[in-house]
């Protein structure tokens, strides 16, 4: 397994970190639909157990749900313990209405929320979710930067922040991680963002690897239309046309190239996000431990650079 170090840290990832996106239920903006928490711990140990040593939330999940929910998982468990990271930047109302705040008063009273809900002493890693409010960026990235010293996260990132927001935040403390999408359904950091952080050690941490599930091999046009109502990704223009097809096709192609490798389409995909060496390890988000089975021989699996350009060549014939 070709583990590597997060940018400025101490911390050794594997290829594979477990997403707690979608473990955080139904009720909230950005649902994945009902989840039953059952079935959660049972992917995060089968995920720990296939070798991934660390997993990624945010107190928005679920609105605070799936922080309890890693908890629970990670009391039971008796192998060796993960990093765990968590994310701020979003608190939600009474009215359960998500609001985007980096004052460092909101963001303390998320760390004290977080460290409850996760029952831990300290954070391996606490990003910023988003630079939302943008004139907010430096003062919330500065409160980060004081948790740190007081010891109440051992190491600070940022998720979906484009190079000219990482260069202002680099200014007050310095960056271990980025968190943006990448996957070959939206490559669009490879052109200014990846090239930046591997020239000032930045850890990349991609998430939505696979799409969002669109290159797993398990979807199709059918199961997105009976998507339920309150998943998020039924208004995700990815899921329509005429992105839709484009994204099946491809996924096709992975899966055409799985087989040769006795591998899943899922694989696939993360084995190409993998083999860009900017990107330090990637977040896969996991609601079985069926899910965890057809995915893990990415910690392993290596696509040779002729059967990247054959992706990459298909890949434009759809643009």
């Given at each position: 397994?070709?583990?590597?170090?997060?940018?400025?840290?101490?911390?050794?990832?594997?290829?594979?970190?477990?997403?707690?996106?979608?473990?955080?239920?139904?009720?909230?903006?950005?649902?994945?639909?009902?989840?039953d928490d059952r079935?959660?711990?049972?992917?995060?140990?089968?995920?720990?157990?296939?070798?991934?040593?660390?997993?990624?939330?945010?107190?928005?999940?679920?609105?605070?749900?799936?922080?309890?929910?890693?908890?629970?998982?990670?009391?039971?468990?008796?192998?060796?313990?993960?990093?765990?990271?968590?994310?701020?930047?979003?608190?939600?109302?009474?009215?359960?209405?998500?609001?985007?705040?980096?004052?460092?008063?909101?963001?303390?009273?998320?760390?004290?929320?977080?460290?409850?809900?996760?029952?831990?002493?300290?954070?391996?890693?606490?990003?910023?979710?988003?630079?939302?409010?943008?004139?907010?960026?430096?003062?919330?990235?500065?409160?980060?930067?004081?948790l740190q010293l007081e010891g109440k996260?051992?190491?600070?990132?940022?998720?979906?922040?484009?190079?000219?927001?990482?260069?202002?935040?680099?200014?007050?403390?310095?960056?271990?991680?980025?968190?943006?999408?990448?996957?070959?359904?939206?490559?669009?950091?490879?052109?200014?963002?990846?090239?930046?952080?591997?020239?000032?050690?930045?850890?990349?941490?991609?998430?939505?690897?696979?799409?969002?599930?669109?290159?797993?091999?398990?979807?199709?046009?059918?199961?997105?239309?009976?998507?339920?109502?309150?998943?998020?990704?039924?208004?995700?223009?990815?899921?329509?046309?005429?992105?839709?097809?484009?994204?099946?096709?491809?996924?096709?192609?992975?899966?055409?190239?799985?087989?040769?490798?006795?591998?899943?389409?899922?694989?696939?995909?993360?084995?190409?996000?993998?083999?860009?060496?900017?990107?330090?390890?990637?977040?896969?988000?996991?609601?079985?431990?069926?899910?965890?089975?057809?995915?893990?021989?990415?910690?392993?699996?290596?696509?040779?650079?002729?059967?990247?350009?054959?992706?990459?060549?298909?890949?434009?014939?759809?643009?």
């Amino acid at each position: 397994m070709q583990n590597k170090r997060l940018g400025n840290s101490d911390m050794v990832l594997s290829p594979l970190g477990i997403g707690a996106w979608a473990i955080g239920g139904a009720g909230w903006a950005f649902s994945w639909s009902s989840q039953d928490d059952r079935d959660s711990v049972k992917a995060i140990h089968a995920a720990l157990d296939a070798g991934m040593n660390w997993i990624d939330t945010a107190a928005v999940y679920g609105l605070g749900h799936s922080e309890e929910v890693v908890a629970q998982a990670l009391n039971n468990y008796s192998g060796k313990r993960p990093f765990v990271f968590t994310k701020c930047g979003r608190n939600w109302n009474q009215e359960r209405q998500i609001q985007k705040d980096l004052r460092p008063a909101s963001i303390r009273q998320e760390c004290e929320d977080s460290l409850r809900r996760l029952q831990v002493e300290t954070i391996d890693l606490y990003q910023i979710h988003w630079p939302e409010p943008d004139e907010a960026v430096e003062e919330g990235w500065a409160t980060l930067a004081a948790l740190q010293l007081e010891g109440k996260v051992r190491w600070i990132g940022v998720s979906n922040f484009n190079v000219q927001q990482l260069k202002r935040v680099q200014a007050i403390a310095p960056v271990t991680s980025l968190q943006p999408p990448y996957s070959l359904v939206r490559p669009e950091v490879e052109l200014e963002t990846l090239p930046y952080t591997a020239q000032n050690d930045i850890g990349v941490l991609a998430y939505s690897p696979m799409g969002s599930g669109l290159l797993t091999g398990a979807m199709s046009h059918e199961r997105v239309a009976n998507l339920a109502q309150d998943d998020w990704r039924v208004r995700n223009p990815h899921f329509q046309e005429p992105l839709l097809s484009r994204n099946l096709k491809i996924a096709e192609k992975l899966a055409e190239i799985g087989l040769g490798h006795d591998r899943t389409a899922g694989e696939i995909a993360l084995a190409w996000v993998l083999h860009q060496r900017a990107i330090t390890a990637a977040i896969v988000g996991v609601r079985t431990a069926e899910q965890v089975a057809g995915i893990c021989g990415a910690l392993e699996f290596r696509l040779s650079e002729e059967e990247i350009g054959e992706i990459n060549s298909f890949r434009k014939t759809l643009t």
